[in-house]
Nanobody, 122 residues
Framework: AVHLVESGGGSVQAGGSLRLSCVAS?????MAWFRQAPGKEREGVVG???????RYEDSVKGRFIASRDNAKRTLDLQMNGLSPEDTAMYYC???????????????????WGQGTQVTVSS
């Protein structure tokens, strides 16, 4: 199993920015950020394969930018233009078997971080 550790969550006002970071204990092909708001299902935010191609959920396109460093085993998420609708627990996930066509399916990921809270106030 790959151990994932997230950092960088916090509280910010609407329009502000936060940067999340996830570091893996070992290289793994597919990494992603998911989020879960209270009372809602977990949803994919961005998926990033080992070849350097990210896939974004529609509501974050143009606001969130993911960056991956395979040598450092990190997946960072720069979140700009935050809104209260972005408030959620954010989780880093990773697995060898995920591909770009299925990255949103959280059932495919066997490795999960503990989560980091992002709270956006209006």
């Amino acid at each position: 199993a790959v151990h994932l550790v997230e950092s960088g969550g916090g509280s910010v006002q609407a329009g502000g920015s936060l940067r999340l970071s996830c570091v893996a204990s070992d290289y793994i092909y597919y990494m992603a950020w998911f989020r879960q708001a209270p009372g809602k299902e977990r949803e994919g935010v961005v998926g990033y394969d080992g070849s350097g191609i990210p896939r974004y959920e529609d509501s974050v396109k143009g606001r969130f930018i993911a960056s991956r460093d395979n040598a450092k085993r990190t997946l960072d998420l720069q979140m700009n233009g935050l809104s209260p609708e972005d408030t959620a627990m954010y989780y880093c996930a990773a697995d060898w078997g995920v591909r770009s066509a299925t990255w949103r399916d959280d059932r495919l990921y066997k490795n999960w971080g503990q989560g980091t809270q992002v709270t956006v106030s209006s």
